[in-house]
């Protein structure tokens, strides 16, 4: 009870330390992901022919159904091996996604959400192939 009393006395005692903490937390991005890289990645999904992206972040695979939009995401769970992030877009639209990742490689993706005031839910696999090519 001690530890937990000191951490809320330094919690409370410095908020300034513990918003910059946060927001540094924030920046590095999910820690499911930190094992994942960027790249050529492969997107299948059940009814729809498989689509190859060149992605610098695979956080950005959380809106696929919004790929482009000017969104703003938010981690609202992280875990080692799963996280969930929210998204939202300006002009409308947004979406809820849990990232799976199976290995550094190979990721499961469960997203919902609205796009062009209609709703979507499915789940896609993606496959990082390797670098992005050369321009």
């Known amino acids: 009870m001690r530890g937990v009393n000191i951490y809320f ?9 513990v918003l910059v903490l946060a ?3 924030a920046a590095a991005g999910p ?4 094992r994942v890289s960027g790249g050529l990645w492969q997107i299948d999904r059940e009814g729809a022919a498989p ?3 060149c992605i610098a ?7 696929l159904e919004h790929r482009g939009a000017a969104c703003k995401r938010a981690v609202v769970r992280d875990g080692a091996m799963e996280t969930t992030i929210h998204y939202t877009c300006a002009g409308g639209g947004f979406g809820h996604s849990t990232i799976t990742v199976l290995t550094p490689r190979s990721l499961r993706i469960q997203t919902q959400g609205i796009a062009r005031d209609a709703p979507f839910n499915y789940t896609f696999q993606a496959r990082r192939l390797g670098d992005c090519p050369a321009h």
């Not at 006395?9 to 330390?17: D, E, V």
């Not at 820690?31 to 930190?34: N, P, Q």
């Not at 972040?57 to 809106?63: G, H, K, R, T």
Request: charged letters at 10%.
């Open 23 to 25: 927001a540094l937390t």
């Open 51 to 53: 689509a190859k992206l």
């Open 31 to 34: 820690s499911a992901l930190s």
């Open 9 to 17: 006395r330094l919690c409370i005692g410095r908020p300034a330390a």
């Open 57 to 63: 972040n695979p956080a950005a695979l959380a809106q």
